[in-house]
């Protein structure tokens, strides 16, 4: 099993700051399957990018990942009010699928 | 666009079994495999399994293997999962989702691009 760690936890940050987010992975990645949602409370979590680096239909180009291998990074280019949310990084590159435990972006 | 649509809430005794349904509208349900993740506090994110529904073929995530059942109904365009011998650590938030087309980006894109709302499962005596 690929085991996802997300950092930091929580990541207290204004609007209009850019926040840039983790996730490592125990073992590498194949071919750089890995995705990142979003998730506000109540709600079913977004897909935000797929392929580590391309962006989902919709999700406004703030919005940027990259990485490969190991260490994939999110990063929100300048925060706007919706993008207080949690997020997580998901890797499909073997046959378990698994979920980092998530990145909390509040506004501080 | 995809849309799924789920049961509602269940509340279940431990030991006992729930069944969830997602129907699947606005595409052709068989160009999608249906994925059943699950959620809790203690938990977090867990993917449980997913159906091809061309062929009813299934894969299960090793924790679940033995308690869970993912089938689909072609001719309703719906999937369902079900969760036996449940116990107090399988209340959680239970959705479904699918991926990309299969007949646009093949069967390897197993991220999840539309979920459903999530059904509430509440196990407790």
């Known amino acids: 099993e690929i085991v996802l760690t997300q950092s930091p936890a929580t990541l207290s940050l204004s609007p209009r700051e850019r926040a840039t987010l983790s996730c490592r992975a125990s073992q590498s990645v194949n071919s750089s399957y890995l995705a990142w949602y979003q998730q506000k409370v109540g709600q079913a979590p977004r897909l935000l990018m797929y392929?580590?680096?391309t962006r989902a239909t919709g999700i406004p180009d703030r919005f940027s990942g990259s990485g490969s291998g190991t260490d994939f990074t999110l990063t929100i280019g300048r925060l706007e009010p919706e993008d207080f949310a949690v997020y997580y990084c998901?890797?499909?590159?073997?046959?378990?699928?698994?979920f980092g435990g998530g990145t909390t972006v509040e506004m501080k | 666009e995809v849309q799924l649509v789920q049961s509602g809430a269940e509340v279940k005794k431990p030991g006992a079994t729930v069944k969830i349904s997602c129907k699947l509208s606005g595409n052709t349900f068989t160009d999608f495999h249906m994925h059943w993740v699950r959620q809790s506090p203690g938990e977090g994110l867990a993917w449980m399994g997913l159906v091809d529904p061309i062929d009813g073929e299934t894969f299960y995530a090793d924790k679940f293997q033995g308690r869970v059942t993912i089938t689909a109904d072609t001719s309703a365009d719906t999937a369902y999962m079900e969760l036996s011998s449940l116990r107090s650590e399988d209340t959680a938030v239970y959705y479904c989702?699918?991926?990309?087309?299969?007949?646009?980006?093949?069967?390897?894109?197993?991220?999840?691009?539309?979920w459903g709302r999530g059904t509430l499962v509440t196990v407790s005596s």
């Open positions: 989702a699918t991926g990309p087309s299969l007949s646009t980006h093949g069967d390897l894109e197993l991220f999840f691009d539309c």
């Open positions: 392929g580590a680096s």
């Open positions: 998901q890797q499909y590159g073997s046959s378990l699928l698994t």
